[in-house]
């Protein structure tokens, strides 16, 4: 949820179309894979460790992620009017 939080707000505070890139879709999917690896770590048995640190790997790639695709949103100025794009 703050990752969708994040990348609204960021969108949407910059002038920009409120419209997910296929960056930010994978960025979801991301997230979603580490709540769900880490639902699933009490059933994991012996793999215990590895699927934590899967979800631990997932969870972190989704939030650098963001860092990467959105340092442009944060460095450019805010779009408005016919200018307002998609990143």
């Keep these: 949820m703050t990752l969708a939080v994040m990348t609204r707000a960021s969108l949407g505070h910059t002038g920009r179309s409120l419209r ?24 994991a048995g012996e793999r215990t460790l590895l699927v934590l640190s899967t ?9 650098g992620l963001f860092a990467v695709l959105y340092v ?10 016919e200018n307002a794009q998609s990143i």
């Design 20 to 43: 997910a890139s296929v960056g930010t879709i994978a960025i979801y999917l991301l997230v979603t894979l580490a709540a769900v690896l880490r639902l699933v770590v009490p059933l």
């Design 55 to 63: 979800a631990g790997v997932a969870w972190s790639c989704a939030f």
């Design 72 to 81: 442009g949103v944060f460095v450019r100025p805010r779009v408005t009017g």
